[in-house]
């Protein structure tokens, strides 16, 4: 018998995210490609919210760890009903009764709190960036168009996103932060030709350096973990 945790955390977490995160937290394995928890699994994740949870998502866990425990020999939890896909050995939480908005705006929490909304989030401001780049490499230079000057800052952009993802070392990402800092103001400011044209070149180089040290380090960890002979 299976719980989808897409049901279970309805009243006993503010997200969905949230119960992933407590589960993860538990080390608790998920099955049926990850959507999933056994019943002894989802008792474990009862057990762990009954010490934080507060209120009416306290009692909620108390009375659904009862039902477990009083149903234990029938592998059914209340409240649920059983789904055309019982053959499957799932059980489907039965959502509490509320208004199709607050249904909405759960779902919307849940996915404001995923990995996703942050990832595009990052991607927005980036991309707000890659145009400040290219205007300034563009108003510095007559043989520099202004396709180059994007091609420039989504270069430059990209870095900070490959630095996210392949290390995500504070001190890089500090450095980085700044040097966006410091390309706002020359895009907002007027400040003189000679320090936009040092500030480019700064950051030029320091995506090199990014890069070939992402790649230094990926040949490596391939020497490394490479099987010997």
């Known amino acids: 018998m299976h719980f989808k945790t897409v049901d279970i955390w309805r009243g006993i977490y503010s997200s969905h995210q949230r119960c992933l995160e407590a589960v993860n937290r538990l080390g608790l394995t998920l099955t049926d490609n990850d959507t999933a928890l056994s019943k002894d699994a989802y008792q474990r994740l009862l057990q762990y919210r009954l010490k934080t949870a507060k209120a009416e998502k306290k009692a909620e866990v108390e009375r ?12 059914k939890t209340i409240p649920v009903k059983e789904e055309a896909n019982n053959e499957s050995g799932f059980i489907a939480l039965k959502s509490t009764d509320k208004p199709a908005f607050i249904a909405a705006v759960e779902f919307i929490a849940d996915w404001a709190t995923s990995k996703a909304i942050v ?11 890659v145009h400040h780049v290219a205007h300034l490499v563009n108003s510095i230079s007559s043989n520099d168009n202004l396709m180059l000057g994007y091609v420039f800052g989504s270069v ?4 900070a996103l490959m630095l996210t993802v392949h290390q995500a070392r504070k001190s890089m990402l500090i450095i ?10 020359l895009y907002y400011c007027q400040l003189p030709e000679l320090t936009v044209k040092l500030t480019l070149s700064a950051l030029i180089a320091f995506v090199i350096f990014s890069y070939s040290e992402l790649y230094t380090n990926g040949q490596q960890q391939k020497i490394v973990h490479a099987p010997r002979k």
Do not use: K
Request: aromatic share 10%.
């Open 64 to 75: 659904r760890l009862a039902e477990l425990n009083a149903n234990a020999t029938e592998e």
């Open 119 to 129: 990832f595009l989030t990052l991607l927005g401001a980036l991309a707000i960036q």
């Open 156 to 159: 430059s952009e990209l870095t």
């Open 176 to 185: 980085f932060a700044f040097i966006q800092c410091w390309i706002n103001v």
